[in-house]
């Protein structure tokens, strides 16, 4: 008789996923961040591999917050065979990390208090997308912290202390991977290439854990994940150890290397700068897996 039945399954579409403070943050990640890359690819401008990198950031983090928006909102994330909340935990975390680097190097690189050499008009833009590139990160950093695991509740591993600091630990690596690339003549010495084989082989372990946790896979394994992590990152622990100790003896003892930066030393192409910051974010990483070690006895994993 030309009447439709109802549907009884609920609504189609999610009005939370844009009305609830964590739907309300995404929003204003997508315009920051839109505002921010819109800014320098007008007129702000980039080059080299610095500016490449954070107009990199920018669209990525834009466009993975609108995915994950768009599927929040349309229900959409229930057809996808990976665990949603592990998801967009580890890339909130990713996302603040990557965003807060452009946020510095952005305006290191790029912003000047001068017109010359170039316009002022390039100045003003500039200076206004360091400013919502500021922005970005914050609100990232916002939505990390709404979204945390709480004391007591039941929630996906990577809302967790021990499943963010994964994704610091990773991000970490990549910035002693960077600087190991750099001229750091890792290569001289056996003890030294060791310390490249501990990075590695943490780095990749790492990523696998998120892998499987993002995947919603690890209740599938022959295995006890949870207790494989905790013996994983007791012996990350002892191989950063070995790291934090040989690195520094071997790259800037006398006997090895040089205790102090050589004065012939250019700005940019110096193997004892690059030494240098391996050597700080060795003990950078060395703390993130002793707190992960710490905070991995007080949690338990949901795909």
Not at 3 to 9: A, D, I, R, V
Not at 18 to 23: I, Q
Request: positive net charge; hydrophobic residues 50%.
């Amino acid at each position: 008789t030309g009447k439709m039945m109802e549907s009884t399954g609920g609504p189609y579409l999610n009005t939370a996923a844009v009305t609830s403070p964590v739907g309300i943050v995404r929003l204003l990640q997508m315009m920051f961040g839109c505002t921010t890359f819109s800014l320098v690819a007008h007129q702000g401008g980039f080059s080299a591999a610095y500016g490449t990198f954070c107009m990199f950031v920018w669209t990525f983090c834009f466009a993975v917050t609108v995915f994950i928006t768009t599927c929040e909102f349309t229900h959409l994330h229930s057809c996808l065979s990976i665990s949603w909340g592990n998801f967009t935990a580890a890339f909130a975390m990713l996302a603040t990390l990557m965003s807060v680097t452009a946020a510095v190097i952005y305006p290191l690189y790029f912003v000047q208090l001068g017109c010359y050499p170039i316009t002022c008009e390039v100045r003003d833009f500039r200076i206004a997308a360091s400013v919502f590139a500021g922005l970005v990160f914050v609100v990232y950093g916002v939505e990390v912290f709404l979204t945390r695991a709480k004391p007591g509740q039941v929630t996906s591993y990577m809302a967790t202390v021990s499943g963010l600091l994964k994704i610091v630990q990773a991000f970490v690596a990549c910035i002693i991977f960077g600087a190991l690339v750099n001229d750091s003549q890792y290569s001289k010495y056996v003890a030294t290439q060791w310390c490249v084989a501990v990075y590695s082989f943490c780095f990749m372990v790492t990523v696998v854990v998120v892998a499987f946790s993002v995947t919603g896979k690890t209740a599938q394994l022959c295995f006890p994940f949870e207790r494989s992590v905790v013996v994983y990152t007791f012996g990350a622990v002892l191989l950063y150890v070995s790291a934090a100790v040989i690195w520094p003896v071997f790259c800037f003892d006398s006997k090895y290397g040089s205790p102090q930066r050589p004065s012939a030393c250019a700005k940019g192409r110096c193997p004892w700068d690059s030494q240098l910051v391996v050597a700080i974010f060795t003990y950078v990483n060395l703390l993130l897996y002793v707190v992960d070690l710490a905070y991995s006895q007080r949690i338990r994993f949901v795909s």
